[in-house]
């Protein structure tokens, strides 16, 4: 009985649609040679369309405990290794990201981590919102980064409606009131609406450091509507800072780590690292063990090559993840911590790493050189159909061969990659 009442909600995961453009692209050029290559090409439209619509016909339900992927293409991955479904608990990390969708709203998308898995839902499906409200209310708090804890708390959300009036007294119910309003505002592309919203909880509440930070993060994402490199966005990037480090120092006076940590991720996301490292350690200071925070200043410490403060980091982020019940996000800072620690202690598993490291980066040269070589002999191909025979049987080989040397570059990146995580 209790089963039946879970909420079942089905969302379409977005597919990596580039690699399937160029498989449509050598399909239309294939066709288009069909009498030099034959039955070979209807074979080759016949698998095209196959492997599209599999992965196209995927989909993740949500049943209140396990986010779990269904579909023909699901199931291939999962001949190839890659697991089917994630316990809420096993999830170790949510991240959205905004961008624009046109002159001043935005699109989202969601990326869903877990162990060997990367999936990626966006708002142009239907039921994007149901499934942000029930997935992200079933995780732990700490699991979700900036964006998505405000598509949870405030996006769409209904206000009841109340009079605006510089005149009433105002009480922290007001404050938080305005505040969700403009949120909400502004994630719906309303900004001026948003923003004589935030202007009055601001007026009324100077010394409020959630009020200031997310004063800043509705700048950023204004100006990444209207375009951050436009006069306007740049202003507001600008100001988006200020209201940062405004919120930052009251924070600071109030000894409230969640917004320091916070703080610190708005920087770190823009990659002023040093200004990220500060606030993530104002936060630290506060609360030695703050999940986010540690892993934050553990990924600056790998950025400049200090190894053992990444090591300490990723341990304190596995205390407070624990502490706080994030067993995912536990997870995660514990297995980076044990990799990083053996990178430091094992010479031989460091020489190893190092080699391997290496092939891939070669390998990823390689794909490159290869599918640039295809593509430019295959419109050499095309374009002499007709013209300079001498030349045509040339380019087919060499763009063939090009295609061949890719496939297996990539076979071989993606063996070496589960090998490592192994």
């Given at each position: 009985m209790l089963q039946s009442q879970r909420p079942h909600i089905v969302i379409r995961p977005k597919q990596p649609l580039?690699?399937?453009?160029l498989l449509g692209f050598l399909a239309i050029g294939v066709l288009t040679a069909n009498h030099v290559y034959g039955m070979g090409a209807w074979m080759f439209?016949?698998?095209?369309?196959?492997l599209s619509t599999i992965f196209l016909c995927d989909k993740l339900v949500f049943d209140g405990t396990t986010l779990k992927r269904r579909g023909p293409g699901?199931?291939?991955?999962?001949?190839?290794?890659?697991?089917?479904?994630?316990?809420?608990d096993e999830i170790e990390a949510i991240s959205s990201y905004a961008g624009k969708a046109d002159r001043e709203t935005l699109k989202f998308q969601t990326v869903i981590l877990g162990v060997g898995i990367s999936w990626v839902v966006s708002s142009n499906d239907p039921t994007y919102q149901t499934f942000v409200k029930a997935l992200f209310k079933a995780v732990n708090a700490h699991v979700l980064d900036p964006l998505s804890t405000e598509l949870l708390l405030y996006w769409q959300e209904s206000e009841p409606p109340f009079v605006l009036t510089n005149e009433a007294p105002c009480t922290a119910r007001h404050l938080e009131r305005w505040r969700r309003k403009a949120i909400r505002l502004s994630l719906d592309g309303m900004h001026e609406a948003a923003a004589s919203y935030f202007k009055i909880a601001h007026e009324q509440a100077p010394h409020d450091p959630q009020i200031a930070y997310d004063l800043g993060r509705f700048l950023r994402r204004r100006a990444l509507a209207i375009g951050a490199l436009?006069?306007?966005g740049e202003a507001d990037l600008l100001r988006a800072e200020t209201y940062f480090r405004m919120a930052g120092r009251l924070a600071q006076a109030q000894k409230n780590p969640r917004i320091l940590e916070r703080i610190g991720e708005a920087f770190y996301e823009f990659h002023h690292l040093e200004a990220a490292q500060k606030y993530f350690e104002l936060a630290a200071k506060v609360d030695p063990v703050r999940p986010r925070a540690n892993i934050g200043l553990a990924g600056i410490a790998l950025k400049n090559a200090q190894g053992a403060r990444a090591v300490y980091a990723y341990n304190q982020a596995v205390r407070g993840a624990i502490a706080a019940g994030a067993i995912g996000l536990a997870q995660l800072a514990s297995r980076k911590s044990e990799y990083y620690e053996r990178l430091m202690s094992d010479d031989a598993f460091l020489s190893a790493e190092v080699g391997w490291e290496a092939v891939l980066n070669q390998l990823k040269w390689v794909q490159r050189g290869a599918l640039t070589t295809f593509l430019g002999f295959w419109m050499l191909q095309l374009s002499t159909f007709e013209f300079m025979t001498t030349v045509r049987p040339l380019s087919r080989e060499i763009s063939a061969t090009a295609l061949i040397i890719w496939v297996c570059a990539l076979v071989a990146s993606h063996i070496i990659l589960a090998l490592r995580r192994s």
């Open positions: 580039h690699w399937l453009a439209a016949a698998a095209y369309i196959a699901a199931w291939l991955l999962y001949q190839l290794g890659k697991p089917r479904e994630l316990g809420v436009t006069e306007r």
